[in-house]
């Protein structure tokens, strides 16, 4: 059957990321413990980073630009931040995820030529590491809500699920683009352009009802839209997912993961002997 | 213990990067890239406890050998099998940061070079101990020198309790004193079991270290044995040329060159000019070598070589390192040339190799280089008796009485 090997790769992959969680681990662990090593203000800059980005937003978006969107988005004098934060954050979370896993063979190829380790893990600590920043910034954008009066709601418990999805969604078109960048350093270059473009075709900045009709169904087409609206519903509509949209997301992260893994176990000699 | 079956490895070479798409776009019916087979067919099984050496020239295949016994490149075909874990030596300090201290990144990367959690808390202070950093275990790599860097990176490497290990020259960055440490240590793992694969240019380590040799040509192992056979070939062979075995009497010769010259006689002669087989330490002698020319030759240069039973050099020289001029010779005339010296070394059995080449090295155009052509014993020196290799000839002074009050 032609899924056997496709199915046969996802376990691989799969069993191979249980079996060396720890050093998965000490991967995320050391990448943290370096990125603001010999700075003054040290693991703040964690923090700090996401607070600048939600007080830009509040102050450009309620005060200097009062942005006027349809009547739900004005309703609070913050409507169009929260909103914003709402797509934003996670869209900036995803493409840092894609950005980071398709270079990461060339960007660890010192360290993948020399010792002899499972590479297929360096991807899960890119997207790993990030989720833990992208966790942080939502932690500091509950602060902003409960400062700002925008009450939290329980649909907040289906954030972990959705972060672990997009992890999944990232972590699979991820290992398919650093497959290729391996072999054509093009693709992250282009990768860059694409997730302009992509931004773009998302409903981050507007809302999908705002688009003509005709465009909508392009869209749709879109899988980040999915995980966009989801992030949206719970964050500023304050509802539950939608369970068709939360499948959605679900079916199109197993399947991108699917692919992902296939081409990285399709590659691995090749891969080695390129890096 | 390391079994290699049937290794082969094959790298695909594009002439452009979009070969390698139209290639895929063509779903494997037609071939746009070439072959270049990097090792063909290698066999090979090294036993627990035993010392391999591996030698051959650059490009041999040598570094794409290693990179598949440690798994950091997968073969084409063929398998490689060991009893245990495998630590190398070749790139100490792999993954480490310059801003973390050792420690901390000892307990990052301790993992990485595989260790399990619990043992890298329980062996931290080893490897601190190990190292000798100090102080320093607990400050950033940044403020390391070269040879610290390496001391906490060998500490960490053997700390894994390997049944391999591969070690090459990365040893030879640190002090003397802690290259005699390392190789105590090698030598202890050795006795305990440990598989060693030692790959160097460093011939003369080689021959110490090693109970067998193999030699690496164009990707195949053509030779695996006792050191100073497969060492003798490696030799020959970067001199270029054609390999030939003659014997001489007892003697393997192995003789290579392109033979513009000859050598057509050679002996060792006494202070009266008889020609001898053994002498006395610190006797005068004088090597007589006379060559052939067959073609036309401008300043060759003659060199000998002298080693000894385990075939360690002893000493070597060479006309050029002598800064004489030779001179010019026709084809079918022949040179007489002598080294004249007292044998200042030590009792034992030595042989004498020579060679005849265009430069101060035989690495340029070799006209011939004779290994082992002669053999010959140095007896103790009865009125003058020592210890050990050389005859260093020292004064000996005695200082004045001083009366202790």
Redo the contacts between chains.
């Keep these: 059957m032609f899924l056997a090997q496709p199915l046969k790769a996802t376990y691989d992959v799969t069993t191979t990321v249980i079996k060396n969680f720890?050093?998965l681990l000490?991967f995320i662990?050391?990448d943290f413990?370096?990125r603001y090593?010999?700075s003054m203000l040290g693991g703040y800059w964690f923090f700090i980073h996401p607070i600048a980005l939600i007080l830009i937003y509040s102050v450009i978006f309620s005060s200097v630009m009062r942005v006027r969107f349809p009547q739900d988005l004005t309703e609070h004098a913050f409507g169009f931040t929260i909103f914003l934060c709402a797509g934003i954050l996670p869209w900036t979370a995803f493409s840092e995820m894609l950005s980071r896993t398709t270079s990461i063979f060339r960007d660890q190829a010192?360290?993948?030529?020399?010792?002899?380790?499972p590479s297929e893990i360096l991807i899960f600590v890119a997207t790993g590491s990030v989720a833990i920043t992208f966790s942080i910034s939502l932690f500091i954008l509950f602060v902003f809500f409960l400062i700002i009066g925008h009450p939290l709601s329980s649909a907040l418990f289906y954030l972990p699920l959705l972060i672990l999805l997009q992890m999944l969604f990232a972590s699979g078109l991820g290992m398919a683009l650093a497959v290729l960048n391996v072999?054509?350093s093009d693709i992250s270059q282009m990768l860059g352009i694409a997730l302009q473009v992509w931004f773009w075709g998302t409903p981050i900045v507007y809302r999908l009802a705002q688009l003509p009709e005709s465009v909508q169904f392009l869209v749709k087409l879109n899988p980040f839209f999915y995980f966009t609206s989801l992030y949206q519903d719970i964050l500023f509509s304050r509802l539950a997912p939608s369970w068709q949209n939360l499948a959605t997301c679900a079916g199109v992260s197993l399947a991108f993961f699917c692919l992902g893994a296939s081409m990285l176990e399709h590659f691995?000699?090749?891969l080695?002997?390129e890096i | 213990m390391l079994t290699i079956r049937n290794l082969n490895k094959v790298?695909?070479s594009y002439p452009r990067?979009l070969d390698?798409?139209k290639e895929w776009l063509c779903f494997g019916s037609r071939i746009f890239h070439e072959e270049i087979h990097v090792l063909k067919d290698i066999n090979l099984e090294i036993k627990a406890g035993e010392a391999f050496g591996l030698v051959g020239m650059n490009g041999a295949g040598k570094s794409t050998l290693l990179?598949l016994i440690?798994?950091?490149?997968?073969p084409?075909s063929g398998s490689i099998e060991s009893n245990g874990k495998?630590a190398?030596l070749?790139?100490l300090g792999?993954?480490f940061?310059p801003?973390?201290t050792g420690r901390?990144n000892i307990l990052?990367?301790g993992?990485?070079?595989g260790l399990e959690?619990q043992e890298i808390t329980a062996k931290i202070d080893t490897i601190k101990a190990f190292s000798e950093l100090g102080d320093y275990f607990d400050k950033p790599l940044k403020k390391y020198s070269t040879g610290m860097y390496v001391r906490l990176g060998f500490s960490l490497a053997i700390s894994v309790n390997p049944q391999v290990l591969i070690v090459d020259e990365a040893l030879s960055v640190g002090d003397a004193y802690f290259q005699q440490k390392c190789l105590r240590k090698i030598r202890d793992f050795k006795e305990a079991g440990v598989t060693i694969l030692f790959v160097s240019h460093d011939l003369a380590c080689v021959k110490i270290l090693c109970d067998r040799v193999g030699l690496l040509n164009k990707g195949s192992l053509v030779a695996v044995g006792e050191p100073k056979g497969v060492l003798d070939r490696y030799n020959a062979l970067i001199s270029g040329h054609d390999v030939r075995q003659t014997t001489k009497g007892e003697l393997k010769v192995l003789v290579s060159g392109s033979g513009k010259a000859e050598i057509a006689a050679v002996s060792l002669l006494n202070e009266e000019g008889q020609k001898v087989q053994a002498l006395e330490a610190g006797q005068f002698c004088q090597i007589a070598i006379d060559v052939l020319f067959n073609a036309p030759v401008s300043n060759p240069t003659v060199g000998i070589l002298i080693r000894d039973r385990l075939g360690y050099d002893v000493f070597g020289t060479n006309s050029s390192h002598m800064q004489h001029q030779t001179g010019d010779f026709l084809p079918n005339s022949i040179g007489h040339f002598s080294f004249r010296f007292a044998m200042d070394i030590g009792p034992g059995e030595y042989t004498l190799s020579l060679a005849i080449h265009a430069d101060a090295s035989h690495l340029a155009e070799n006209y011939q280089w004779a290994d082992s052509i002669l053999l010959f014993k140095v007896h103790p020196n009865k009125d003058y008796p020592f210890l050990g290799v050389s005859m260093l000839k020292p004064t000996f002074e005695i200082g004045p009485h001083e009366v202790k009050i």
Excluded: C, S, W
């Design positions: 720890g050093m000490d662990r050391r413990r370096t090593v010999g010192n360290l993948i030529k020399k010792v002899y380790f072999f054509f691995k000699i090749q080695l002997d | 790298f695909a990067r390698r798409i990179k440690t798994k950091t490149m997968l084409t495998i190398a070749l790139e792999t993954g940061h801003d973390l901390e990052l990367n993992r990485l070079h959690p």
